[in-house]
C-alpha cells in the first residue's frame, strides 16, 4: 500500500504564511507527478500546483507568485509554501501522487485525507 499524509494545515491572518508537507510512504519505487490541489465548501476540488520528478512546476493563475511547491525526492516529501495567503486561499488541501509501487508495472494516483487552511482575520 502506499499513503500520503498531509501536514501543516491551520488557521492563518491574512498576508500570512503556511507551509504544507505531504509524505509519501509504502512500497514505492518511484514518484512520478506530485500535487497539491484543493476544494473550497460548496466549489470543485482545483489544482493549485504540480511538479515532475525532475522538478518542473506548474501553478493555478490564482496563486502564482504567492505560492511555491518543491519536492524532496530521496524523502518522498512535497511542500506547498504559501506566502501572502488571502481568505480566498481557505480550503482543504489535498496532496496527489502519481506513484510506481515496487514490483508492479504500472504507475497509480493516489490522494492523501486533505490539511484544512483557513485564512482569516
Known amino acids: 500500500q502506499v499513503q500520503l499524509v498531509e501536514s501543516g494545515g491551520g488557521l492563518v491572518q491574512p498576508g500570512g504564511s503556511l507551509r504544507l508537507s505531504c509524505a509519501a510512504s509504502g512500497r514505492i519505487f518511484s514518484i512520478y507527478a506530485m500535487g497539491w490541489y484543493r476544494q473550497a465548501p460548496g466549489k470543485q476540488r482545483e489544482l493549485v500546483a504540480t511538479i515532475t520528478n525532475s522538478g518542473n512546476t506548474n501553478y493555478a493563475d490564482s496563486v502564482k507568485g504567492r505560492f511555491t511547491i518543491s519536492r524532496d525526492n530521496a524523502k518522498n516529501i512535497m511542500y506547498l509554501q504559501m506566502n501572502s495567503l488571502k481568505p480566498e486561499d481557505t480550503a482543504v488541501y489535498y496532496c496527489?501522487?502519481?506513484?510506481?509501487?515496487?514490483?508492479?508495472?504500472?504507475?497509480?494516483?493516489?490522494w492523501g485525507q486533505g490539511t484544512q487552511v483557513t485564512v482569516s482575520s
Open positions: 496527489n501522487a502519481d506513484v510506481l509501487r515496487t514490483g508492479w508495472a504500472r504507475s497509480a494516483d493516489y
